[in-house]
């Protein structure tokens, strides 16, 4: 999962899909790893697959295990600074650029309240 972080201090979100798990609340792009990758070898190909971007610079950010309930996941989210191409929904959903300081815990699944709160560390 990436943190995608612009120059005027934004970063990337996606819309997730109504029938997708957490659907209609926005994400952090990223996903699965594949049996064969290392966690950056899944962000590189992740990141390129959803919203056709080509990382060039990203580091750990946090890692975060939550359990929904009806579902368990482990976030290992990178903070990606560096990166060529434009970004476009490649699975079909909206995405946008959100200045950091507006990002709204609410809008988002639980997991990802402490993605936000370390972005929010990191800008002051």
């Known amino acids: 999962m990436a943190a995608i972080i612009n120059t005027q201090q934004q970063v990337l ?4 899909q109504t029938h997708q798990h957490q659907g209609d609340l926005w994400e952090f ?3 699965k790893i594949e049996s064969n990758e290392t966690t950056y070898d899944a962000l590189l190909r992740e990141i ?4 056709g ?5 990203a580091e750990p950010l946090i890692q975060i295990s939550h359990d929904y309930g009806d579902k368990s996941v482990l976030l290992d989210v990178w903070s990606v ?3 060529s191409g434009v970004p476009t929904g490649q699975e079909g959903q ?6 950091i300081a507006d990002l709204d815990d609410s ?3 639980a997991a990802n309240v402490a993605i936000i709160q370390a972005l929010k560390l990191r800008v002051k």
């Not at 390129?48 to 919203?51: A, G, N, P, Y």
């Not at 971007?53 to 610079?57: K, P, Y």
């Not at 909206?94 to 200045?99: E, N, T, V, Y």
């Open 48 to 51: 390129d697959e959803e919203v």
């Open 94 to 99: 909206h995405l946008r650029w959100c200045d």
């Open 107 to 109: 809008d988002f699944p």
């Open 81 to 83: 600074n560096g990166f």
């Open 29 to 31: 792009p990223g996903g």
């Open 13 to 16: 979100l996606g819309l997730r």
């Open 53 to 57: 971007l080509q990382i060039t610079a």
